[in-house]
């Protein structure tokens, strides 16, 4: 599987941005896929996660109400604010547990990544 993410750029606090993922290779009907971010000096985090598990699409407690995956891989994001700024990753892993519950990512298929940056 290869995932190429699109779409980064810059917004205004405020503003909205739609991400894009693309893949190539595999169906991902069967992979859990996500969006996972990593601002400078930080850890990545988890942004969204669908899980075919049951369906469900999880968000980070940051972005709720805020952010929404669709089911195409995008990623919708509004009312942005400085906190937002980080290269954004689109991820897909066959397996829900290991990438929407344990951040288990030896076997996740990963973007190279694309900058959101929201500034004044």
């Known amino acids: 599987v290869q995932l190429a993410e699109s779409g980064g750029g810059s917004a205004q606090p405020g503003g909205s941005l739609t991400l894009s993922c693309e893949s190539s290779?595999?169906?991902?009907?069967?992979?859990?896929r996500g969006w996972f971010r990593q601002a400078p000096g930080k850890e990545r985090e988890l942004v969204s996660c669908y899980s075919t598990l049951d369906g469900s699409t999880t968000y980070a407690d940051s972005v709720k109400g805020r952010f929404t995956m669709s089911g195409d891989m995008s990623l919708q994001m509004a009312s942005l604010s400085t906190e937002d700024t980080a290269v954004y990753y689109c991820?897909?892993?066959?397996?829900?547990?290991?990438?929407?519950?344990?951040?288990?990512?030896?076997?996740?298929?990963w973007g190279r990544g694309t900058q959101v940056t929201v500034s004044s």
């Open positions: 991820a897909a892993d066959l397996s829900a547990t290991r990438l929407c519950r344990r951040a288990m990512y030896e076997h996740t298929f």
């Open positions: 290779g595999d169906s991902l009907e069967y992979y859990a």
